[in-house]
């Protein structure tokens, strides 16, 4: 089965500061890659997802993310962090034709003023 | 409009007693999942229904019934509750292996 690992449990970063949080993927073939945020007490939002083509994706709220086969990464971007963007951020794994998705552990993003 | 429902939004019972949530969704899906996100954040799939069917049924205990009478509808059944069933759990739902969408979120606590 896929999996996925995120490295870092919490970031923390200035605001207007740039920002990459790391996604390592596990999966034979190419997967379907996801990155979801969620604030607190909230539900999971989709920001961006990876499903084949252009390898540089752009999602909502200014953030991109790049596919690198060579390297099994998703990372997710920023070039400019504001204080809203203070949340947990989920990337997760899914396969073509299997509804089982999994998700990494998070990372908890800390906006400095 | 929502497109991701559930009920309740929290939920505070004891020790022993069963609950039900309730997850519905109007996007014309036909897959739906349930997750449990304990207090690490960590978001673990428990069920997943395609057609009204199970097709995943990870390692849960069996006091966890999922029931979907349709597919816009998947609702989860707990028996006999225990202290570490308290955690948030997720509806989603799915159009084949595509994006899912999340409800709120139901934010169980066991006393």
């Known amino acids: 089965a896929q999996s996925v690992t995120q490295p870092d449990i919490h970031i923390t970063v200035s605001e207007g500061a740039s920002l990459e949080l790391r996604c390592n993927y596990s999966?034979?073939?190419?997967?379907?890659l996801f990155w979801y945020v969620q604030s607190p007490g909230q539900g999971l939002q989709l920001l961006l997802k990876y499903f084949s083509g252009d390898t540089l994706v752009q999602g909502i709220k200014g953030f991109e993310a790049e596919f690198k086969r060579s390297q099994s990464s998703f990372n997710l971007r920023k070039p400019s962090v504001h204080w809203s963007d203070a949340a947990e951020y989920f990337c997760?794994?899914?396969?073509?034709?299997?509804?089982?998705?999994?998700f990494g552990a998070g990372t908890r993003l800390t906006v400095k003023p | 409009d929502t497109a991701v429902s559930q009920t309740p939004k929290y939920l505070v019972t004891q020790m022993g007693n069963d609950k039900s949530i309730k997850c519905e969704q109007n996007?014309?899906?036909?897959?739906m999942y349930w997750y449990k996100q304990d207090s690490k954040k960590f978001l673990k799939i428990m069920f997943s229904y395609n057609n009204k069917e199970l097709i995943i049924n990870e390692t849960v205990p069996n006091r966890f019934s999922p029931k979907s009478p349709d597919k816009a509808h998947l609702n989860l059944h707990i028996n006999s509750l225990e202290l570490g069933d308290s955690a948030v759990y997720f509806c989603?739902?799915?159009?084949?292996?595509?994006?899912?969408?999340f409800g709120p979120g139901t934010r169980l606590l066991v006393l």
């Open positions: 996007l014309g899906h036909d897959t």
């Open positions: 997760a794994v899914g396969v073509r034709n299997n509804n089982d998705m999994r």
């Open positions: 999966y034979g073939a190419t997967p379907y």
């Open positions: 989603a739902s799915s159009q084949d292996a595509g994006t899912q969408y």
